[in-house]
Every structure is written in structure tokens, then in C-alpha cells.
């Protein structure tokens, strides 16, 4: 399976992109690749020239198109989703919607004691909107992230532990969505 992993922070040392480095070594036997959000402009449909995107934009969706699934990994910001994911999802999302139909799940570290449960709520409705098939459960939201993370890697055997929980239900969910589908 071909999982795209999407990081809604920019952040060099982002614990959400160290989540993503740690699904790659639970999911030994999937591909899973991370996307580069940083460089996307500005949504702005004046830029869409004869049917095509920026060459930005154009790598995004042809990512999207190839993956199996979608992973997001997302931090909280002012209780919502961070504009650079924001961002991301409204390029792919049109028009010719690549993110219709994937499955997806998510996941978010912060440093609050409620892990990234305020962004992640409207994150799953902005998607469901879309039409991306949401894995429900487990929910991954990780709080006081700043200790169970370790140079850069998520190293807290109980949220590792957790995370492979999801990750395993996320396979299921995909098999399910590819059936179905």
C-alpha cells in the first residue's frame, strides 16, 4: 500500500512530521511518503493557467492521485486547522477534487493537555466535505508532546504503542474503503 503522509506544520523540529517519521518505521510493509506542503502558494485561482496548476500544486495532487491513502499528521492552532494544511487541502480539493474517495486518518501531537483534539474537529469536517473516507477510531491526539518526544523522534513507548493501534485499524479501514470503493 502507498500511504501519502501529510504534515500540517512547516516546522523543522514539528512533532506532527516526527509522527509521520514514526508511522514509516511502524508500517514496515507500505510505502509511505511524506509531502512537501511549505512550498505551495497561496490558494488563488488566478494562478491556474489553461487547466493547469503551479508545478507546486501539480506535484500535491499527482501525489494524491497515486497514493492508496492519506495520513495526516496536524498541530492545533487557535483551536483549528493550521493555514499551511488549510492551504494544501483547498489546491487538491479543486477543481477536479483528487482527495475524493481516499481514505484517510489522523493524527497531532501538541504540547496542551488536549493533544490536537480542537484542530482535528474541523479538520474531519473540512475532508468530509470533500468526500475522503475518515477512519473514526482510534482518535490520535497526543498531549504534552515536548516529553514524549526525543531529538526529533517520537520516543514514548505508550504513544508509539498507541499510534501502531491506529496505524493497524488505518490498514484495515483501507482494505475495507478499496473493497467497497
Not at 509531502?35 to 501525489?63: H, M, S, T, Y
Request: proline share 6%.
Amino acid at each position: 500500500m502507498k500511504i501519502l503522509g501529510i504534515s500540517g506544520s512547516l516546522r523543522k523540529a514539528s512533532w506532527n512530521t516526527a509522527l509521520l517519521h514514526a508511522a514509516v518505521s511502524l508500517l514496515p510493509a507500505h510505502e509511505l511518503e511524506i509531502a512537501e506542503i511549505g512550498d505551495l502558494p497561496l490558494i488563488n485561482q488566478d494562478l491556474e493557467q489553461d487547466g493547469k496548476f503551479p508545478a507546486q500544486v501539480e506535484r500535491l495532487r499527482g501525489q494524491i492521485l497515486a497514493a492508496d491513502a492519506i495520513l495526516f499528521a496536524t498541530p492545533e492552532y487557535n483551536a483549528s486547522i493550521p493555514a499551511p494544511l488549510k492551504n494544501a487541502i483547498d489546491w487538491a480539493s479543486g477543481p477536479g477534487n483528487v482527495l475524493a474517495g481516499k481514505p484517510a486518518a489522523i493524527c497531532g501531537a501538541s504540547p496542551g493537555a488536549l493533544g490536537t483534539s480542537r484542530g482535528q474537529y474541523p479538520l474531519r469536517h473540512t475532508l468530509g466535505v470533500l468526500s475522503v473516507q475518515m477512519l473514526g477510531q482510534p482518535e490520535v491526539f497526543i498531549g504534552g508532546a515536548g516529553a514524549k518526544f526525543t531529538d526529533g523522534k517520537l520516543t514514548d513507548a505508550g504513544t508509539l504503542e498507541f499510534l501502531g493501534k491506529m496505524l493497524t485499524a488505518f490498514e484495515v479501514f483501507v482494505e475495507r474503503v478499496k473493497l467497497v470503493g
